[in-house]
């Protein structure tokens, strides 16, 4: 039997290995997607006081911490069972929805774009935000460097930091937006309005001009029908920020709509010996292996899958460009995983107007921004949609508000078999009678990169002692013998 | 003459990547000045093509991220292999970072947390990740996780320090004058730190005017003045024992220090200097009258020394790990 | 456990715990041997790395001696070190370590026999304690 691996995985948050292996005819029979780290969150974060958690937590990945903090701050908020003044929350808001813009441009453009723009076969060497540059021209390259900039700045200005923000407490944020603060955030916002406007257009043109992108997106290799969850606000259109949580069925069908913090009532998590990462299925469908279909528990998150989920967008712009994406795609729900790139264009242009929406508010810049918490309930969850999928993180505390337990599910943790499934798929569609070379290869790796995994968020956890084991198993999983030392 | 540049990941985040791409339009003149010959997170080599190269071939090499697997402990041996100078970049590398209070927890209870205790998790078999299963007729293999955190230092030789959590992009664009030195051929002075000489008081925009505590409080049991040194007020803030150079950006949103930048020059271990300079400012101003038990009260008011001294620095520290018999 | 003998760091102030160490000596009052005295001239001048290095280096424990409470020679550096002692007692159990192993006490020139006495009984509870964990780790 022979196996390919590719070692490290690139473009893209963390640390993964794929292994691809091939029967005598040179056909790929199995492909596992490995997450090859982990670090230990949820139990390294014992023992903190509670209210370190929102500066602790956005650790687990600088790529998307601003999700972090702000579901950290919000289980504050229910651990101390206070409820913040509303500008408070409308800037934690103001500030998400930057934190939306700079990962999602990230991703487009500097960890999607060199496939879709230089070629998935091209050089190794150009195919990077610098090879991206070069072919769309340094007029462009500087519009989405400033674009990202510009969303990290807002970031700062209210955060402190765009990586590893620090302002947000229990009951409110630190400090509140000055007026020339927001002068300079809503000129940014108009920009990005802009920006996002462009964006869509440059994907319009990218699928209309390259025939073979546009049937990469419709075509099987990447297809998948999995149920889909992502959070809604009280009219089922896309909300970061809070809301209920609703899933689809490969119709679209609504099969459950919960309140966060039932989510143990909908979410459980299995472990395999081969991944670090372990693979949340919907409990009331079971686990039936990485398979796709009504029978199978896999759900997916991220972007396409928010956008299955909801009945529109929250703002115009948005509104039409989600229309119509789901026009062209022929179907909603879509199953079309690299269309998870274009779902994230559609949200940028719904964060920046919602940006803008914000940064416009008449509250915003109001003084008080904060309440003294004054008591403690000990428990408390808090939920947003992070850029990558829903995110949850559900703390206990003691009466001095110490940690004594957390539990977080995290965006790509869920998307974790539909990842392992995607690669195998294209490994499968893309490598027979043994043919391999590095631009087949690289397209097995978008099967993950359309997801934008954020590994390191996945693999918060940690398992500690490995002593040696050999698991013999059969292909279904079942445990044939079990060796150890 | 253009430079060779390699980045290598630990266990990180990734946030010290994004640190690098928020040069923003300067990334474009590091492109200039260096190819990029490994960067997992935004290229596509590979590493066998890392292993392939010649040894000292890389001019500098970027480690970020605690060393806790086997694999991340590779890449730190190979990268120093293959680079003229080594540079810790980010407070992971240079002090172990927030994954170093692994080193506070024990394995077992670790393993038990993420693979069965966790209320989601269904795990009835207790199944763990193994460093090799069989699978069928596939044999799978994943890195072996360390016992301990470890900063970059304690597993090789390490030329330059660039601090922070992630390093501001202010002192990530001080690089630029070293790679202009490399460019002619010359080695900044091994050991260098990018960052201030002094601590973070020094860029302070808080006004110090008591020099005495008298309360302790937490975060979010005091609006503190905003003009007013925020340890003064009673909230604990790291600033003293802590190396400046990262513009104060916490105390800009009125969020006290909590260390990212590690301890300041000529510091081995920051919690110690912490305890100094609290010690130094408790109750000070009435410290003849005052009852012990009164002192006892306001140091209990600190909750969490250890997550709080060390949250950056324990795998650096004198003690830098919770010792247990199976340890 | 049984021929297990305490090794302990002492930091005594010169004026008044030093002081009272010789006074012991000169009147030839027994203490036992497992304590090693390091002279400061201030117990104020212990660094809490002084006390961190201690343990780091196998130290069972550590004791530190100075003036009482409005005599230091220095005016207020016993308040210092108080406060010292007390956040390193709080920070040592989160690292595995026994608070107990750190001692502070008070003794003055004129207390020979208190000084004998105080050290006796810290070897005891380190004794039973047992050796620090720390000891023969590489660095």
């Known amino acids: 039997m022979k196996k390919i691996t590719i070692e490290p995985i690139s473009r893209l948050e963390g640390e993964g290995k794929i292994e691809i292996f091939l029967n005598e005819e040179g056909d790929v029979v199995e492909a596992f997607f490995q997450v090859v780290e982990l670090r230990g969150f949820e139990k390294f974060c014992e023992g903190r006081p509670v209210e370190e958690m929102p500066r602790i937590t956005p650790r687990i990945c600088g790529v998307c911490p601003g999700a972090h903090h702000i579901a950290s701050t919000k289980a504050m908020d229910a651990v101390f069972d206070v409820k913040p003044p509303a500008v408070a929350t409308k800037i934690r808001e103001l500030f998400y929805c930057a934190h939306i813009l700079s990962s999602h441009i990230l991703h487009f453009y500097f960890l999607a774009a060199p496939d879709l723009v230089v070629g998935s076969a091209a050089d190794p060497a150009k195919r990077n935000i610098l090879g991206v540059i070069e072919a769309v021209g340094l007029d462009i390259g500087k519009k989405v460097i400033i674009a990202r900039k510009y969303a990290q700045e807002i970031q700062k200005t209210i955060g402190g930091k765009a990586t590893h923000p620090v302002f947000g407490l229990p009951g409110g944020i630190s400090k509140p937006l000055l007026e020339e603060e927001r002068k300079q955030i809503e000129e940014m916002a108009r920009f990005l309005v802009e920006f996002s406007k462009f964006s869509l257009e440059f994907f319009d043109n990218l699928i209309s001009n390259k025939k073979e992108i546009a049937d990469l997106i419709t075509g099987d290799i990447y297809r998948h029908e999995t149920y889909y969850m992502g959070m809604v606000d009280k009219d089922n259109k896309v909300n970061f920020y809070d809301g209920d949580i609703r899933v689809v069925n490969q119709e679209g069908k609504e ?157 790509t943790g869920q998307n974790n078999a539909g990842i392992c499934m995607s690669i195998k798929k294209a490994a499968q569609s893309l490598i027979k009678k043994g043919e391999v070379n590095q631009g087949l290869l690289n397209m097995v790796e978008m099967a993950f990169r359309a997801y934008d995994p954020c590994l390191a968020c996945a693999t918060h956890t940690l398992s500690g002692q490995m002593p040696l084991q050999i698991i013999l198993r059969d292909l279904h999983g079942n445990i044939i013998k079990k060796l150890s030392r | 003459m253009k430079l060779k540049l390699a980045v290598g990941l630990g266990s990180t985040c990734s946030g010290c990547d994004i640190a690098i791409l928020d040069l923003a339009e300067k990334v474009l003149d590091l492109v200039e000045a260096a190819e990029i010959v490994f960067w997992p997170t935004a290229m596509d080599f590979k590493l066998k093509e890392l292993e392939g190269l010649e040894d000292g071939e890389i ?41 170093g209070l692994c080193n506070l927890t024990s394995k077992e209870e670790i393993f038990r947390a993420a693979y069965k205790d966790t209320p989601s998790t269904v795990n009835p078999d207790f199944i763990t990740p193994q460093t090799e299963v069989r699978v069928g007729d596939f044999v799978l293999t994943l890195p072996e996780l360390h016992q301990d955190g470890k900063a970059l230092p304690l597993v090789v030789d390490v030329d330059y320090f660039l601090p922070g959590c992630p390093p501001a992009v202010e002192l990530i664009e001080k690089l630029f004058p070293y790679l202009s030195l490399m460019q002619g051929g010359e080695l900044p002075p091994k050991g260098t730190v990018i960052a201030s000489d002094k ?22 049991e005091l609006i503190p003045d905003p003009k007013i040194c925020l340890l003064e007020q009673g909230i604990l803030c790291m600033g003293p024992a802590t190396r400046g150079g990262c ?75 919770k010792m247990r018999e199976d340890k | 456990m049984g021929d297990f003998e305490p090794k ?36 104020g001048s212990v660094d809490p790395e002084h006390i961190l290095e201690a343990f780091r280096e196998g130290a ?41 192993r750190l001692k502070l006490a008070w003794v003055s020139a004129a207390e020979g026999q208190r000084f004998a006495q105080v050290v006796t009984n810290f070897t005891e509870e380190i004794r039973r304690l047992g050796p620090n964990p720390w000891k023969g780790i590489e660095k």
């Open chain 2, 247 to 321: 513009g104060a950006s916490c105390i800009k949103v009125l969020m006290p220090c909590r260390g990212c930048m590690g301890p300041p020059p000529g510091v081995k271990d920051q919690g110690a200097r912490m305890i100094a300079a609290i010690a130094s400012i408790l109750a000070v101003s009435d410290e003849k009258e005052l009852p012990e038990e009164e002192v006892v009260r306001l140091v209990n008011g600190i909750k969490d020394p250890a997550g709080t001294f060390y949250r950056f620095t324990l795998p650096v520290a004198l003690l830098n790990k």
């Open chain 2, 199 to 220: 601590t973070l008081c020094d860029e302070c925009p808080l006004n110090r005017e008591n020099k005495s505590i008298s309360r302790m409080v937490r975060v979010h």
């Open chain 2, 59 to 99: 001019d500098l090499g970027l480690y970020h991220g605690t060393v806790r697997t086997s694999q991340q402990e590779h890449m730190a041996h190979l990268l120093r292999e293959k680079s003229k100078a080594l540079m810790a970049f980010g407070s992971c590398a240079c002090f172990g970072g927030i994954p």
């Open chain 1, 255 to 411: 099969v459950a709509k919960f309140k966060p913090k039932q989510y143990l009532d909908y979410i459980e998590e299995r472990v395999e010996p081969w991944s670090y990462l372990k693979f949340p299925y919907l409990k009331s469908v079971g686990w039936r292996g990485l398979v796709d279909g009504k029978e199978s528990g896999v759900y997916r998150v991220n972007s396409l899958a928010r956008l299955n989920v909801a009945d529109g967008m929250a703002t115009p712009f948005a509104q039409e460009a989600y229309g119509k994406m789901f026009h062209i795609l022929g179907e909603k729900p879509s199953h079309a995983t690299l269309a998870f790139n274009w779902a994230r264009l559609v949200e940028i242009m719904y964060a920046a107007e919602r940006l803008l929406e914000l940064a416009t508010d008449g509250e915003i810049t109001s003084k008080e921004v904060r309440i003294i918490p004054q008591g403690i309930v000990g428990e408390g969850l808090g939920c947003v949609e992070a850029p990558r999928g829903t995110l949850f993180h559900h703390y206990w505390a003691d009466k001095e508000g110490i940690i004594t337990k957390v539990n977080l599910i995290v965006a």
């Open chain 3, 8 to 43: 302990i760091i002492g930091f005594c102030c010169n004026w008044c715990a030093y002081a009272g160490a010789d006074l012991a000596g000169i009147n030839r009052i027994q203490y036992p041997s497992n304590l090693r005295m390091i002279r400061v001239m201030c117990s």
């Open chain 3, 60 to 100: 069972d424990g550590v004791f530190i001696g100075g003036c009482h409470l409005g005599d230091c020679h220095y005016m207020t550096g016993n308040y210092k070190t108080m406060r010292k002692v007390m956040l390193i007692k709080s920070l040592l159990p989160q690292l595995g370590l026994e608070p107990e």
